[in-house]
């Protein structure tokens, strides 16, 4: 499986931002799809994720109440809408998805095979 993510750029804090992914010649159908961020110099950490069947989503705590994850069914399409963005947002943000996540490992970067190129996400101040 291809994904691309894209939409990152560059914006004030309080501001918003879409990021969208996207998979090449294959179908999100029965996939986790998530988006983790790697900050500089940290870990890369879990954001959001969606299961595709149900359409159940889950948040890190830091973003709850800011970033949506949303998914387009026709389109085989996965949104990450930020909000209320904050300099601590700042990263690359990475689209991710894995066919056999179960739900205790759905935050670990380890759970999940399959990468996009990150896009940079940057908040100033």
């Known amino acids: 499986v291809q994904l691309q993510a894209s939409g990152g750029g560059l914006v004030q804090a309080g501001g918003s931002l879409r990021l969208s992914c996207a998979a090449s010649e294959h179908t999100f159908r029965g996939y986790t799809v998530a988006w983790f961020r790697q900050a500089p110099e940290k870990e890369r950490e879990f954001v959001a994720g969606?299961?595709?069947?149900?359409?159940?989503?889950y948040y890190a705590d830091s973003v709850k109440g800011r970033f949506s994850i949303s998914k387009d069914n026709a389109k085989n399409m996965v949104y990450l809408q930020m909000t209320s963005l904050k300099p601590e947002d700042t990263a690359v943000y990475y689209c991710?998805?894995?066919?056999?996540?179960?739900?205790?490992?759905?935050?670990?970067?380890?759970?999940?095979?399959?990468w996009g190129r990150g896009t940079q996400v940057t908040v100033s101040s």
């Open positions: 991710t998805a894995d066919a056999n996540v179960i739900l205790s490992n759905l935050r670990r970067s380890s759970a999940y095979d399959w």
């Open positions: 969606i299961r595709w069947s149900g359409g159940f989503t």
